[in-house]
């Protein structure tokens, strides 16, 4: 019999995780990186194109994919409320977060006051002044910029918000065509594997971008730079520590009952990732790809995900803030509490114009500064030197935020399967790292619960 056949066939072997070597070959770059630029900082400015080039290639990956996840998150949502209340919620969190982040960088930067008795120069003043970027546009400007040339333009520009308006027309299109845009909806499930195909492919390249990205920035800055700043650095990162395990901890705790230590191990890779490029973007597909395997469902992930890297800032906001008021110290005018407030309101607005220009945490800033206190740009060359090892922990927080966003508007929604996320962040259920998607292997109902709550609403 075939249930007693000593040669019946045994239970396919469990695909061997190989990625961990790729991971362990960043940390070894990283770390190689840092020696070329402390020894050689010459030939280590060099190499910023290879950084530079790692991560134009993930960035090649976002608008793909963002298409791919949204649309058939809301093309199989039967009702298109459900996906407006996702947004309108992610929304509201969003500017009650980023009034948090602005807050408690304004708490710390009045306590430490990290730049009293710091001296201007004129080429400082002038390196203030190059940081005014001419991309940061205005509020009326940048809704006007969602909007594409064409329908293609979308995906050529690299611009994420006019991926998002894309795919979330194509998404409803596609709902409102029922059963006929099924294969429509199947054609772009299999664009999408293929997609993340190709980024498993580009991601064998970190260790190359990261050794070139490392070495550049140690290369020019040196350590000197860091020396300099680090009362403004060190009052940064803390507060960046605080308003993660603190702030964001003690929410998802409230509103999960998710532990955030278990929810950043089971992103552990995509942080390493960040650190070593200084860019929260080279982390999104893969953010979208875990958050969809750990039980949120598509339309939730879909929508959170790509508008929370735009108007979810939360390490930005806290930067803005500690740099305004150590710009306004270090010139000798320090800003009242009056004064502050307006600013950082204006600098809220701001932010939201320049999400997607590189360096963007720097330009905001001096575009702020030079729309509202001109006064105060001659004092950006100050932290010019040590912008990128700053953007290093913006980077992370905003990583950080939108993962914790995900899992709070997937349970204020009700679109978490509770059972799944307990079993992710316990190691039971992992991530498949050679396919970044759930495939037929995937226990009934994982990574679907919410669609099916919202196919069936």
Not at 25 to 52: M, N, R, S, W, Y
Not at 110 to 120: D, I, K, M, R, W
Not at 252 to 271: C, I, K, M
Not at 421 to 436: H, I, M, N, Y
């Amino acid at each position: 019999m075939a249930s007693t056949s000593p040669t019946a066939p045994a239970a396919p072997a469990a695909k061997r995780d190989r990625t961990h070597y790729l991971y362990i070959a960043v940390i070894a770059a990283v770390a190689c990186g840092i020696a070329v630029g402390l020894i050689a900082p010459d030939a280590a400015i060099e190499l910023k194109p290879l950084g530079t080039g790692f991560v134009n290639l993930i960035k090649m990956m976002i608008s793909p994919i963002i298409f791919c996840t949204i649309v058939l998150g809301i093309g199989s949502v039967r009702k298109a409320a459900k996906v407006g209340a996702v947004g309108g919620i992610a929304l509201g969190y969003f500017l009650t977060m980023s009034l948090v982040a602005l807050g408690i960088g304004l708490v710390v930067g009045n306590v430490l006051h990290p730049g009293e008795g710091l001296q201007l120069t004129n080429a400082i003043k002038q390196a203030g002044h190059d940081q005014v970027s001419p991309d940061a546009l205005p509020p009326v400007d940048f809704v006007l910029s969602i909007i594409p040339t064409t329908f293609v333009s979308a995906f050529t520009e690299g611009q994420v918000l006019q991926t998002l308006l894309v795919a979330l027309l194509a998404g409803f299109a596609l709902q409102a065509m029922g059963p006929v845009g099924a294969p429509v909806l199947r054609g772009v499930e299999h664009i999408q594997r293929l997609v993340f195909r190709v980024l498993v492919m580009v991601m064998w390249a970190a260790p190359i971008g990261a050794f070139g990205a490392i070495a550049a920035v140690v290369g020019s800055a040196g350590l000197d730079a860091l020396k300099s700043l680090a009362v403004l650095m060190l009052g940064f990162y803390v507060t960046c520590f605080l308003f993660v395990f603190v702030v964001l901890g003690a929410l998802l705790r409230l509103v999960a009952g998710v532990n955030v230590l278990s929810l950043l191990r089971y992103l552990g890779r995509e942080f390493l990732l960040i650190l070593s490029t200084s860019s929260s973007e080279s982390a999104l597909p893969r953010l979208i790809a875990k958050m969809e395997h750990l039980g949120v469902s598509k339309p939730v992930v879909g929508i959170t995900v790509p508008t929370g890297y735009s108007f979810n800032l939360d390490g930005t906001m806290i930067y803005m803030t500690m740099a305004s008021l150590y710009i306004a110290d270090a010139l000798g005018t320090p800003m009242s509490v009056g004064e502050q407030i307006p600013l950082l309101l204006f600098l809220l607005v701001a932010s939201k114009g320049a999400a997607g220009v590189s360096g963007a945490g720097l330009a905001t800033l001096a575009g702020g500064l030079q729309s509202h206190k001109p006064a105060l740009v001659d004092g950006v060359g100050l932290i010019v030197g040590i912008d990128r090892f700053m953007s290093e922990a913006r980077a992370l927080t905003n990583f950080a935020g939108n993962a914790v966003a995900t899992v709070l508007v997937g349970t204020w929604t009700k679109e978490i399967d509770q059972e799944q996320v307990r079993q992710v962040l316990a190691g039971r259920l992992p991530f498949d790292e050679t396919t970044l998607l759930d495939e037929d292997t995937a226990p009934a109902g994982a990574g679907q619960g919410g669609e099916k709550e919202l196919a069936t609403a």
